[in-house]
């Protein structure tokens, strides 16, 4: 029997420049799409018949775009999946780096704006982010199994896809390094399907974590 595998192909948006310091988790702000070396490695990297799948932010948009346009080809439609947006990091989104670290009294976190487990007001923790990415790449994969699928999406996303792949602590997953249009590949192995069904158990396998894209080949 043919075991299926359905290869995430996982890329964080390009860089924002237009945040002005400020920490923008769910807010809608632009990717720079200037570096089109980043794009040219992506798209020799990436397979030709894929399913793409971006978060509702227009960063994620943009990115796809570009990697399109280095490769001389139209853009598919997207599906948008809301539930691959980054953190949502409620009243801290606006403020500085200084300014937060003053709200929470000079806390800080060695990796990311707050420990795993810990909600910013009116905002999500990692953890719950882990949540609603889990629930998100398991319907995925089940609805495109045994199907490359490119997701373009944000670092917090792809931590949290990690968290999920590896089974580990969501504090540990917060030290992946994620940079922007790196690439990160995480193979689903077996049905994606419950036990009762009486297929082999599916496993994860991870494949890459933060290849720089103009270093791709």
């Not at 359905?6 to 400020?22: F, L």
């Not at 953190?87 to 704006?113: K, N, P, S, V, Y």
Request: glycine share 8%; aromatic share 6%.
């Amino acid at each position: 029997m043919t075991i299926p595998v359905t290869r995430w192909w996982w890329i964080r948006h390009a860089p924002v420049t237009a945040h002005g310091g400020r920490i923008y988790g769910q807010t809608d702000v632009p990717a720079n799409c200037s570096n089109l070396a980043s794009f040219a490695g992506l798209a020799r990297r990436l397979p030709t018949d894929a399913t793409w799948i971006a978060s509702h932010l227009a960063r994620t948009h943009q990115t796809a775009a570009a990697i399109f346009e280095a490769a001389g080809k139209p853009m598919p439609a997207l599906l948008v999946e809301p539930t691959l947006a980054e953190q949502h990091f409620g009243d801290w989104q606006g403020l500085t780096h200084d300014e937060l670290a003053a709200r929470r009294d000079g806390a800080w976190h060695r990796f990311w704006l707050a420990p795993a487990r810990h909600q910013p007001p009116g905002g999500e923790s990692f953890v719950e982010v882990i949540a609603r990415v889990s629930e998100a790449v398991d319907r995925l994969t089940r609805l495109h199994q045994g199907r490359d699928i490119i997701a373009v999406a944000h670092g917090g996303t792809i931590r949290a896809a990690l968290a999920l792949a590896l089974g580990i602590d969501p504090e540990r997953a917060l030290g992946f390094v994620i940079d922007n249009c790196s690439l990160t590949r995480i193979d689903h192995i077996g049905a994606a399907a419950s036990s009762e069904d009486g297929l082999p158990a599916a496993s994860w396998r991870v494949a890459a974590v933060n290849h720089p894209a103009a270093l791709v080949e």
